[in-house]
């Protein structure tokens, strides 16, 4: 049966590490990278590759240790623990720190980014198959209301820093870094108290432990090809994660293309965010009543109706709107995707699947940002770069009919 309070602690986490995500690396630290850290647009881009690559190579082989040792709540508050003092650090950020503020962003994006590998596997040890999908969308659900909260109370602090008596909003800001840190792991601690991990093996040499997991890794590998219907859902995500990450990374700038004024992207952010949580859970029961794969598809049909209004889009109330449409979607489509993955992997292998899907969907997602790039160069449009974004939902759609899942979860079972 499972096991009720260890399950909440897991959902917790959410809310705790989704702080890094809204202040760090959607709001706040991006325009303070420009405005104090005297970066660029590039180089806070070129931030965002080098963490992602740095997690994309970690991920599988962390992943595969962690299974081999049986130790994933340690990697796990590890990581954590990483992220969070990287973003209690960016206070230390002052007027032209560029350089550090860089390193630090990546420390931090490697913790958080890093950590949700060990986080995800954890769903199939705590949570019984017939309930992962509500389990999984309250997760994400309580990500979107935890990182919203904390991004409302910071954006309060920031745009009201005269009024509590801070000597400017420099300081506003990396006062919000802190609470980042803080927030993360005092949130944390439920999970990391109620959760222990069972170690799988006596021996727990550094060495003996990297060349098992390097091992493992390599097994994946060739491993992966005897579960076919898993293989073709991946190519599926590969396509329809790179679409959704692409609006994500992409929306505040496509936003300034077309003159919308930054406290309204920021708005159009906290509506996300808030839609999210109500809306997340609605999409768990929902998919459980009446299927995941429905539920996929029309989210995935939500998102391409998403892009062609955002093509028409001319002022701040249509991206208001169409922050509305994101927040009913977006939750419940990453939920359901993780809920369909851990459904067909195999027993004891959870960690280490859910690294390789981190690093093959993490190395293909450069693929929605090129693609945006080079129309927009091509055409001088960033109207038609983002309805060309409309090609990686549709490919995701098709390649998602050709999946069947209970024989998917058959397959895994099997092994």
């Not at 690559?53 to 130790?71: K, M, N």
């Amino acid at each position: 049966m499972d096991d009720k309070k260890k399950i909440n602690s897991w959902v917790m986490y959410d809310w705790a590490n989704s702080a890094f995500a809204t202040t760090i690396m959607a709001a706040v630290m991006p325009i303070y990278f420009i405005s104090v850290a005297g970066g660029t647009d590039g180089s806070w881009s070129f931030t965002q590759t080098v963490a992602a690559l740095i997690v994309a190579l970690l991920s599988p082989l962390l992943g595969a240790i962690a299974d081999h040792t049986g130790r994933k709540i340690a990697f796990l508050r590890v990581f954590s623990i990483i992220g969070a003092v990287a973003s209690g650090f960016l206070a230390f950020v002052g007027p032209g720190d560029m350089w550090l503020a860089s390193i630090l962003v990546v420390i931090g994006m490697v913790g958080f980014g890093a950590g949700n590998t060990f986080y995800d596997a954890m769903l199939n040890d705590l949570v019984s198959p017939a309930q992962r999908e509500k389990v999984s969308a309250r997760g994400y659900a309580m990500g979107y209301l935890g990182g919203g909260v904390l991004l409302a109370i910071n954006l309060g602090l920031i745009l009201g820093w005269e009024s509590i008596g801070l000597p400017n909003e420099t300081v506003a800001s990396q006062i919000s870094f802190v609470t980042v840190g803080i927030w993360w792991l005092v949130f944390s601690w439920p999970l990391f108290r109620n959760v222990k991990d069972t170690p799988s093996i006596k021996e727990s040499g550094v060495w003996i432990n990297l060349k098992a997991g390097a091992h493992r890794l390599g097994d994946t590998f060739t491993r992966i090809k005897r579960y076919p219907e898993l293989m073709k859902f991946m190519v599926a995500y590969w396509f329809f994660f790179d679409g959704i990450n692409t609006i994500i990374i992409m929306a505040a700038s496509y936003g300034t293309t077309i003159n919308i004024e930054s406290k309204d992207l920021i708005t159009a952010l906290l509506i996300t965010q808030f839609i999210g949580f109500p809306a997340t859970l609605l999409f768990g029961k929902l998919a459980d009543r009446l299927g995941s794969k429905k539920m996929l598809y029309g989210s995935l049909v939500t998102y391409l109706i998403i892009v062609v209004l955002g093509y028409f889009m001319t002022n701040a109330l249509h991206f208001y709107l169409l922050a509305c449409l994101v927040g009913l979607v977006q939750g419940g489509s990453q939920a359901t995707s993780r809920t369909i993955f851990s459904k067909m992997i195999p027993q004891g292998r959870a960690t280490e699947f859910f690294g390789f899907l981190s690093f093959t969907s993490r190395f293909f997602a450069f693929g929605g940002p090129l693609v945006f790039g080079i129309v927009k160069l091509i055409s001088d449009s960033s109207r038609t770069a983002l309805l060309a974004v409309a090609f990686f939902f549709l490919v995701g759609i098709i390649m998602l009919t050709f999946v069947n899942l209970a024989k998917g979860e058959k397959e895994a079972l099997q092994e």
